[in-house]
């Protein structure tokens, strides 16, 4: 069983993998797969999205003969990234109370 992830949670998740290191779509893609079920059709409107919205910038590499498209984190992205770990340790620890009778920062 997988739990329902919203829009608001894979830009998070997007953003904060972006930030540990500029990377291109399909290693982001790979990333995020690790830890949620989601498909490149769904990844890269999220990315253009997040560039629309002033958090990704992008640039060109050559590789192989041909351009890779590479994103990085800006500084309006890592106020908003920083935004979304603050409300996820909020709403981790509401969880947390109801899940295990805890707002215990480690259950595992």
């Known amino acids: 069983m997988e739990f329902n992830t919203g829009a608001a949670l894979l830009d998070a998740v997007v953003l904060s ?12 893609t ?6 949620m079920n989601i498909s490149e059709s769904t990844l890269y409107p999220v990315l253009r999205r997040l560039q629309k919205d002033n958090c990704l910038d992008t640039y060109d590499v050559e590789f192989g003969g041909r351009n890779r498209r590479y994103y990085k984190i800006t500084a309006n ?27 215990a920062d480690n259950n595992g």
């Open 17 to 28: 993998i972006v930030a540990r290191e500029g990377t291109y779509g399909y290693k982001i």
């Open 77 to 103: 992205g890592m106020i908003r990234l920083d935004e979304y770990r603050r409300e996820w340790n909020a709403y981790r620890k509401k969880i947390d109370k109801v899940l295990f009778g805890t707002e």
């Open 30 to 35: 790979q990333d995020v797969r690790n830890i």
